[in-house]
C-alpha cells in the first residue's frame, strides 16, 4: 500500500538515481519486515503489540526463538486414551 498519491509516485521516478538509491535499502527493509510478520502471524501464538513496529533483525529472532517451540496441550489431552505423556526425550 502506497502513502503517496499516484501522481507523486511518478514524481518518485523522476528524482536522481543518488536519491533513489538511499530510498532502496528502506524499502528493501520494510519489504523484509513485512515477510517476517507474516511469517510470525503464521505460527501457533498471539501477540499484543504491532510487530511492524519491531526491525527485521528482531523479528528474524523471534522467529528462529519460536518456530523451535511447541504449544502446549491442555494436560488432560496429553495421554488421552494412550495412558501415557511423552517427555522431551520421547520427542
Do not use: C, H
Not at 519491531?54 to 518456530?67: F, K, R, S
Request: glycine share 8%; aromatic share 6%.
Amino acid at each position: 500500500v502506497s502513502l503517496l498519491p499516484s501522481g507523486s509516485v511518478q514524481d518518485l521516478g523522476l528524482v536522481s538515481s543518488a536519491f533513489r538509491s538511499m530510498l532502496r535499502p528502506v524499502a528493501e527493509r520494510a519489504l523484509r519486515a513485512e515477510e517476517l510478520v507474516s511469517e510470525l502471524r503464521s505460527l501457533p501464538f498471539n501477540f499484543s503489540f504491532p510487530l511492524q513496529a519491531l526491525g527485521p533483525e528482531v523479528l528474524q529472532d523471534a522467529i528462529g526463538t519460536l518456530g523451535r517451540l511447541r504449544p502446549l496441550r491442555r494436560r488432560e489431552l496429553v495421554g488421552q486414551g494412550a495412558g501415557w505423556a511423552p517427555t522431551e526425550v520421547d520427542l
